[in-house]
């Protein structure tokens, strides 16, 4: 199988289990051809998207087993989406064969969607293991929904890899620990794995926004593409690793103007979970 039927599986099937399908190392990436964005990604049954919503546990919640499989059935959902988005990703944005930079852009995609593949694994069987199935609890498509307003590849990793994926630096830290705090190493060893790939993740889209900025800050060039009506703030947690950007490559400017970013965000203005 060739990337692109690769990806088109994993954005059309609607069964889950196509989703995970993994790719051999060796799959060619075939010249692109055109390819509209579809309304959704494919899903049935129990994991297609819902209107209903179901709340987030707070800190005192979480620890239980209920709040501990909303959480992360919560996780697993954004882990099918960014699979699903990344799978668009390579359909929708051009490649040209001749050039090893686009190869090697489309390739880095291909990594990161099967680094996602493992963590909805790990997560699946977490929930497995507390008797729920992925679908028990509604699915949102808020991060899909952003896909038509992604019109290029730098506007795509503005908001996946330097803006949902940063956010997931902060958040997987947290609950990493409030698992082990909650007697819950099993859980707080995914967050632990998810971490570690997140960091690859963010700094490749560091990497090709700061190809791509020409005469702007890596910053500038960052919010001119972020599209309205997101905020920088989406791309950061209650509590801001600086750390974690150092270690992924960012440069000192952009952490610095990330972490003195304020809106009214609910997310990163809250103090305390209840």
């Excluded at 129990?46 to 919503?53: A, L």
């Amino acid at each position: 199988m060739d990337i692109s039927s690769w990806a088109r599986l994993l954005l059309e099937s609607p069964e889950l289990s196509d989703k995970l399908t993994d790719l051999k190392p060796s799959a060619s990436l075939l010249e692109w051809a055109s390819y509209s964005l579809p309304d959704s990604p494919a899903r049935s049954g129990k994991i297609q998207f819902s209107s209903e919503r179901v709340k987030f546990p707070g800190l005192n919640k979480i620890k239980t087993p209920e709040g501990r499989s909303i959480a992360v059935h919560s996780f697993a959902n954004h882990e099918l989406l960014a699979i699903e988005m990344m799978a668009a990703a390579i359909l929708i944005y051009p490649h040209d064969l001749n050039d090893p930079a686009s190869i090697r852009l489309k390739k880095g995609l291909v990594s990161t969607i099967r680094d996602e593949q493992k963590h909805l694994k790990l997560y699946l069987s977490r929930l497995k293991d507390d008797g729920v199935e992925f679908g028990d609890y509604p699915l949102n498509d808020f991060f899909w929904r952003q896909m038509p307003k992604l019109t290029s590849m730098d506007s795509f990793l503005a908001l996946m890899s330097m803006t949902f994926e940063s956010a997931n630096l902060d958040f997987a830290l947290q609950y990493q620990q409030v698992f082990k705090e909650a007697g819950d190493p099993k859980t707080a060893e995914i967050l632990r794995i998810v971490y570690e790939d997140e960091l690859t993740h963010v700094a490749f889209g560091a990497h090709w926004m700061n190809q791509w900025k020409q005469d702007k800050t890596l910053w500038e060039y960052y919010t001119s593409i972020l599209p309205y009506p997101l905020t920088p703030a989406r791309a950061k947690g209650p509590v801001f690793a600086e750390h974690s950007r150092i270690e992924a490559g960012i440069d000192q400017d952009w952490i610095d103007n990330l972490k003195n970013y304020h809106d009214d965000y609910r997310i990163t203005t809250r103090r305390s979970w209840k």
